[in-house]
């Protein structure tokens, strides 16, 4: 009975908000009865390991935004095989500081249609070859027992075709046709598109297929991968408990994939709509009701303007965190320019939001680098052009450009538009892939500096860090997927390789560059872990470092204060911040009487701690 009290009490404190908020949407009082027994169910589903951590988490409502909290993310296959085999693995993930791990999409998908695991054919079961649903939540559970936070994708917007749904309705099932976009002539598709942007306009033309027998499905994304109706309260009801279901093997950190684009309505972009807002608005509810030890992860890959909106507000909060994406770009775009003014001005933009804003910061992930920069700003100031200004930064990066020491690929070339996205893996963008290739040993201790420079800026931000699998040890592109039939036509497998346990292996001889990086990214993780200055709550500005190629980034919580500066040229730089008084550079351990004027290396940085 006081378990059930513990259910009621959070449903009552939820109860008339998610009412308003479902019979907006549907307008249907039994299908909202029919919802709440369905959280109820859940609930009751959920084993008592996972229910005392809920308990521990309400009591500690700030346990996710601690600065000790590092992420690393990574595909099962590439890093062990199997969901046993990482479990096998997590003394090496422990090694590496990590208390956060992703794995990549890896529930049950068609072989060769999958979009990389997101064109999802079960979401109760797991890919044959990774293991099964019983093998995940033991790993699960032997990462809660080490404290490891598990986080999963979780694709909202669509099917993969061969899901039970997507068959019954292409068979004209009753109401399985209903849960997708489905129309028999070409009429509604067309005023869709008049309005709809294109997600992949050379590779996946359109946002509507036509299937054999003539009918005609909504596809924003690839032809194999069906938008799902969420105007029909049983998509919502089977899409939440199918999270829930997640959730109670042992998920802690459920990502939203694609949540901007959820909701569909004629004569819109069908991106951002407010309903998108209340379905959010509702997954936190469903989520502080069932599972409060779960966290929701935005994935809104779009301008700082239209991710922050995904937070809610503080009294009606919708994700807990989302993607950096904004500075994830425009780092890469400091780097090839050698100048730090667009990163001030977005970083001003950042330090002005809510302390409460938790962001997820990273250097590499998945996915492809798509250069969503502040275009207008740059040509206001700069007279910088959005095509020409694209076409510099993938020939740096795809080292076309003459003394570029970047080795990427292209993805979604279109030299029609002159546009294009960035795939490679950290190492390779930075240079030491090349670096090692010429056995230069004066440019590999550049390059191996650039690397260690952009992982202590990306650890210099509020939020969490997370480091993509295999950047720890320095891994460089893999070019062997051009040989693979089912993976050459997409180069983001060029950064989604097998991980190189060999590489592994060398990461304590401090004279290997797999040595150089993996102690001096842990050091770096530690000494964040250690600074109070890192804290979420801290106060945090960028200001005038004397020189454009460096940014100056000031953090300070009480009477502590921490200046960074990170070069982003290829130079020697003299900059500063203006200070006085002496200060200790923390990752060499070195003192300064005072701090106005220092020699930076060449993509080098400072942490400088305040005496």
């Given at each position: 009975?006081?378990?059930?009290?513990?259910?009621?009490?959070?449903?009552?404190?939820?109860?008339?908000?998610?009412?308003?908020?479902?019979?907006?949407?549907?307008?249907?009082?039994?299908?909202?009865?029919?919802?709440?027994?369905?959280?109820?169910?859940?609930?009751?589903?959920?084993?008592?390991?996972?229910?005392?951590?809920?308990?521990?988490?309400?009591?500690?409502?700030?346990?996710?935004?601690?600065?000790?909290?590092?992420?690393?993310?990574?595909?099962?296959?590439?890093?062990?095989?199997?969901?046993?085999?990482?479990?096998?693995?997590?003394?090496?993930?422990?090694?590496?500081?990590?208390?956060?791990?992703?794995?990549?999409?890896?529930?049950?998908?068609?072989?060769?249609?999958?979009?990389?695991?997101?064109?999802?054919?079960?979401?109760?079961?797991?890919?044959?070859?990774?293991?099964?649903?019983?093998?995940?939540?033991?790993?699960?559970?032997?990462?809660?027992?080490?404290?490891?936070?598990?986080?999963?994708?979780?694709?909202?917007?669509?099917?993969?075709?061969?899901?039970?749904?997507?068959?019954?309705?292409?068979?004209?099932?009753?109401?399985?046709?209903?849960?997708?976009?489905?129309?028999?002539?070409?009429?509604?598709?067309?005023?869709?598109?008049?309005?709809?942007?294109?997600?992949?306009?050379?590779?996946?033309?359109?946002?509507?297929?036509?299937?054999?027998?003539?009918?005609?499905?909504?596809?924003?994304?690839?032809?194999?991968?069906?938008?799902?109706?969420?105007?029909?309260?049983?998509?919502?009801?089977?899409?939440?408990?199918?999270?829930?279901?997640?959730?109670?093997?042992?998920?802690?950190?459920?990502?939203?994939?694609?949540?901007?684009?959820?909701?569909?309505?004629?004569?819109?972009?069908?991106?951002?709509?407010?309903?998108?807002?209340?379905?959010?608005?509702?997954?936190?509810?469903?989520?502080?009701?069932?599972?409060?030890?779960?966290?929701?992860?935005?994935?809104?890959?779009?301008?700082?303007?239209?991710?922050?909106?995904?937070?809610?507000?503080?009294?009606?909060?919708?994700?807990?965190?989302?993607?950096?994406?904004?500075?994830?770009?425009?780092?890469?775009?400091?780097?090839?320019?050698?100048?730090?003014?667009?990163?001030?001005?977005?970083?001003?933009?950042?330090?002005?939001?809510?302390?409460?804003?938790?962001?997820?910061?990273?250097?590499?992930?998945?996915?492809d680098i798509g250069w969503g920069l502040d275009y207008p700003w740059l040509q206001d100031r700069f007279h910088i052009f959005e095509v020409a200004h694209k076409k510099y930064l993938n020939d740096w990066f795809t080292s076309r450009w003459p003394g570029s020491p970047a080795r990427g690929e292209l993805y979604n070339d279109d030299p029609r538009l002159g546009d294009a996205r960035l795939c490679g893996t950290t190492a390779s963008l930075c240079g030491v892939e090349a670096a090692d290739f010429e056995g230069d040993p004066f440019k590999l201790e550049r390059a191996v500096s650039c690397d260690l420079t952009l992982h202590a800026w990306m650890l210099s931000q509020s939020g969490i860090p997370v480091i993509y699998s295999g950047d720890e040890v320095g891994r460089f592109n893999d070019y062997t997927y051009h040989d693979d039939p089912d993976k050459r036509e997409d180069s983001r497998y060029l950064h989604r390789g097998a991980f190189q346990w060999d590489l592994a292996q060398l990461r304590n001889n401090p004279n290997t560059y797999q040595g150089k990086l993996f102690h001096g990214l842990r050091r770096l993780e530690k000494l964040r872990a250690g600074e109070p200055c890192f804290d979420a709550d801290a106060d945090v500005w960028v200001e005038d470092s004397g020189?454009?190629?460096?940014?100056?980034?000031?953090?300070?919580?009480?009477?502590?204060?921490?200046?960074?500066?990170?070069?982003?040229?290829?130079?020697?730089?003299?900059?500063?911040?203006?200070?006085?008084?002496?200060?200790?550079?923390?990752?060499?351990?070195?003192?300064?009487?005072?701090?106005?004027?220092?020699?930076?290396?060449?993509?080098?940085?400072?942490?400088?701690?305040?005496?």
């Open positions: 009975m006081m378990k059930q009290a513990k259910f009621d009490q959070r449903l009552s404190q939820h109860y008339d908000e998610l009412k308003w908020l479902y019979m907006e949407l549907y307008r249907d009082e039994a299908a909202f009865d029919r919802f709440l027994a369905m959280l109820e169910r859940s609930w009751k589903e959920r084993k008592r390991p996972l229910r005392d951590q809920d308990a521990r988490r309400e009591a500690d409502l700030e346990w996710y935004r601690r600065r000790d909290l590092l992420g690393m993310m990574l595909y099962v296959d590439a890093f062990a095989g199997t969901l046993a085999g990482v479990r096998e693995k997590l003394d090496y993930i422990q090694e590496c500081g990590v208390n956060y791990l992703h794995l990549m999409p890896l529930l049950d998908t068609p072989r060769g249609r999958s979009d990389g695991g997101y064109a999802v054919s079960d979401f109760r079961s797991v890919r044959p070859d990774l293991g099964t649903m019983a093998d995940l939540e033991a790993l699960a559970d032997a990462c809660r027992r080490q404290g490891i936070n598990l986080c999963l994708d979780f694709v909202m917007n669509h099917t993969s075709e061969d899901h039970a749904w997507a068959k019954k309705a292409r068979a004209g099932e009753p109401g399985y046709r209903e849960r997708y976009f489905f129309y028999d002539s070409w009429d509604i598709p067309r005023e869709f598109e008049k309005t709809v942007p294109q997600v992949f306009p050379t590779t996946a033309p359109g946002s509507f297929t036509q299937l054999d027998n003539g009918q005609i499905v909504m596809t924003s994304f690839y032809p194999y991968q069906w938008d799902l109706n969420y105007a029909n309260p049983v998509v919502f009801h089977d899409m939440t408990e199918n999270l829930l279901f997640l959730a109670n093997r042992g998920i802690n950190v459920i990502r939203l994939d694609a949540i901007p684009y959820i909701w569909k309505e004629l004569g819109t972009s069908c991106r951002n709509l407010p309903q998108v807002h209340n379905l959010a608005r509702m997954l936190r509810m469903v989520c502080q009701i069932v599972c409060p030890g779960v966290l929701l992860l935005g994935e809104v890959v779009m301008e700082p303007a239209k991710v922050a909106p995904y937070f809610g507000t503080t009294e009606k909060p919708e994700c807990h965190m989302l993607y950096n994406v904004t500075t994830m770009a425009t780092t890469w775009h400091t780097l090839a320019v050698g100048d730090a003014s667009l990163l001030r001005h977005q970083m001003e933009a950042l330090c002005a939001l809510p302390k409460e804003f938790l962001f997820l910061n990273y250097l590499r992930c998945h996915d020189d454009s190629r460096v940014l100056a980034l000031c953090r300070r919580k009480g009477e502590r204060e921490l200046v960074c500066l990170f070069n982003f040229s290829n130079q020697f730089v003299w900059s500063g911040a203006d200070r006085e008084g002496a200060y200790t550079e923390l990752m060499y351990d070195t003192h300064y009487d005072s701090i106005r004027s220092l020699e930076l290396w060449p993509n080098g940085f400072a942490w400088l701690l305040r005496d």
